[in-house]
């Protein structure tokens, strides 16, 4: 993968009195409680990515007036209003629970990915072919996955975040420099700027995706001379 030079500044900054003045465990060391939670919440993406994947697979099996449920993160059915109701109905009347569980934002942004990282979704069976389904990571957790979700290219950063086993914050900022980085490029061919690019919250807590780079003040991502 191609890689660009650093020329837009950090988006998660050090702040060293957050991650070392006054910092540690109850009953052990801080070290402990850091690859306790990094085995914990690898665990935790594995787990809900491969019940996120049957939960699709379900509910694209129901049909509706001959019109299988298939969703990717949409917001509603290829039926619209109607399916999305007899769905509901369905669920609450027949199976008795639902999928809210697994409805948020969160999830539904990574099941965007299914049909890219499972190519014939519906022809496979997560339930009796649960290697084809596996979570296609290593070193990455779900959390990075949301963050680059509507880019275009998103694969190709995952798959280099993975091979290069970067944690959240250095994954974000080098997405961010990467991605101003290759849409630059990109424009002073003539073409449009690709659509799907990051605007982030400047202290990294409140990240969101918009679709057009554009409408950022670009002056607000650059490196400060």
């Not at 690019?197 to 400060?224: C, D």
């Amino acid at each position: 993968m191609k890689q660009y030079p650093k020329r837009y500044e950090d988006i998660i900054l050090d702040m060293p009195r957050f991650t070392t003045e006054g910092v540690s465990a109850l009953g052990g060391s801080i070290d402990a409680l850091v690859a306790q939670f990094q085995s914990f919440l690898k665990e935790l993406s594995v787990t809900l990515f491969e019940l996120s994947v049957k939960a699709v697979w379900l509910e694209g099996r129901f049909v509706y007036q001959g019109v299988p449920r298939r969703r990717f993160g949409s917001k509603g059915g290829r039926k619209g209003y109607t399916q999305d109701s007899s769905f509901a109905y369905f669920m609450k009347t027949r199976v008795g629970a639902t999928l809210q569980p697994l409805s948020g934002y969160f999830l539904r942004a990574v099941q965007t990915y299914f049909l890219e990282l499972f190519p014939g979704f519906f022809e496979h069976n997560p339930f009796t072919e649960p290697a084809y389904f596996a979570y296609p990571y290593n070193h990455i957790t779900l959390d990075h996955l949301l963050f680059v979700y509507q880019c275009h290219n998103r694969l190709a950063l995952l798959q280099e975040a993975d091979e290069q086993k970067m944690g959240i914050k250095e994954f974000s900022n080098w997405a961010v420099n990467w991605i101003l980085s290759y849409c630059d490029e990109i424009e002073q061919t003539g073409a449009p700027r690709p659509y799907g690019m990051l605007v982030v919250n400047r202290a990294g807590t409140n990240m969101h995706l918009i679709k057009a780079l554009k409408e950022i003040p670009k002056q607000t991502l650059q490196q400060k001379n």
